[in-house]
């Protein structure tokens, strides 16, 4: 192998620690005895490798990271009406509203609303009853009105109605 | 870094957010380093580190542990960064050294300029470099995997590797001339 060869394995498998045991002894053998291509090893070394070697990791912000993946994964996870503010909005009213604990208040409501308007209902219905005449008494004015109207049909004049005023008799 | 057990892969494919969580919480660390190294600044590193995890999320089913997942992990980085490279046309590192030795908490003021000089020849060196061979110098003398690793990881032939790290290497030798050309 010519320095061309020997540097372009110097440059790849020679400073990566690579290189099989057979090409290693090839290349130290060829430094032992060419100061140019030892020169250019260490140069290479020094300029191409070692500072990168030395670059320590950087620490990016994990967390706020991690943040913005979840909340990726949960936006791609809901279905995709979702993205419309106002369905998400209604969808999260009804899973609230569905909550057990809100279902069973609901119910309670309603229970003592039911009663609420039942009581009322009885207490409305025996007020008009009271308001009501009894029966004995429209029974009785339904007589006299009868006697009052049968009198008139058979021309006999009440007291009130025979006499007319002064001016009327006197014209009579 | 320790490799995750099946059990919590498999616990994540069938939707599990908290055995996600592990696998995010085990493999940041390097994600986050080789995208940051491949596209050169802490905001679009940040950016790209979330697409990788996104995108590791969506194709988990995918995997069918031919290969280590780390492995598969490294793959999906170097892509999602030579992609946003591409997509972004940013080829230049424009690292933010004082964000850089912020998040690394340097011991001393002397240790701080050392690392900050380092940090900073880094910077131009990999700036010097195509992605394509950016992503495999950082994969080899950072992150230091193996030639077969890489390959495995990049999925192209070992030779490549090799042929890549050599022109990698060449450039940061020529660049280093010039800087001490112009220096004199």
């Not at chain 1, 300029?47 to 950087?58: E, R």
């Not at chain 1, 993205?83 to 009804?94: A, C, D, I, R």
Request: proline fraction near 2%; charge should be negative; glycine fraction near 4%.
């Amino acid at each position: 192998m010519n320095c061309k060869d020997i540097r372009d394995i110097i440059l790849t498998d020679f400073l990566d620690g690579e290189q099989w045991e057979e090409k290693r002894r090839e290349i130290d053998q060829h430094l032992a005895g060419c100061l140019a291509c030892r020169a250019f090893a260490e140069e290479a070394k020094e300029k191409a490798v070692t500072a990168l070697q030395n670059a320590k990791p950087i620490r990016l912000d994990e967390e706020a990271i991690w943040q913005n993946i979840k909340n990726q994964i949960e936006e791609e996870a809901a279905p995709a009406f979702l993205s419309n503010p106002l369905m998400g909005f209604l969808t999260h009213l009804k899973d609230a509203l569905l909550t057990p604990k809100v279902v069973m208040a609901s119910v309670k409501v309603a229970i003592v609303l039911l009663v609420m308007v039942f009581q009322f209902k009885l207490i409305y219905d025996n007020h008009l009853a009271q308001q009501k005449p009894p029966a004995e008494e429209i029974q009785v004015l339904a007589y006299a009105l009868e006697e009052f109207t049968f009198e008139e049909s058979n021309g006999e004049e009440s007291e009130m109605a025979s006499y007319g005023t002064a001016i009327e008799e006197y014209f009579l | 870094m320790v490799e995750l057990a099946q059990e919590i892969i498999r616990q994540a494919q069938a939707g599990d957010l908290r055995a996600f969580e592990q696998i995010y919480r085990t493999h940041v660390g390097f994600v986050s380093n080789v995208v940051y190294r491949v596209v050169g600044n802490m905001e679009d590193a940040q950016e790209v580190t979330q697409d990788v995890f996104m995108n590791i999320y969506r194709k988990l089913n995918n995997f069918r542990f031919e290969s280590s997942l780390k492995t598969w992990v490294y793959r999906i980085s170097v892509n999602c960064a030579i992609n946003h490279i591409k997509r972004t046309g940013k080829h230049k590192n424009t690292v933010e050294y004082a964000d850089v030795f912020a998040a690394q908490g340097a011991d001393s003021v002397r240790e701080s300029m050392h690392q900050m000089d380092n940090e900073k020849l880094v910077s131009q060196l990999l700036a010097g470099l195509s992605p394509e061979q950016r992503a495999v110098i950082v994969l080899r003398s950072i992150e230091g995997l193996s030639y077969h690793e890489i390959a495995q990881t990049l999925k192209i032939p070992i030779n490549t590797v090799r042929s890549r790290i050599k022109r990698a290497r060449e450039a940061m030798l020529a660049l280093r001339q010039e800087v001490v050309k112009n220096e004199l």
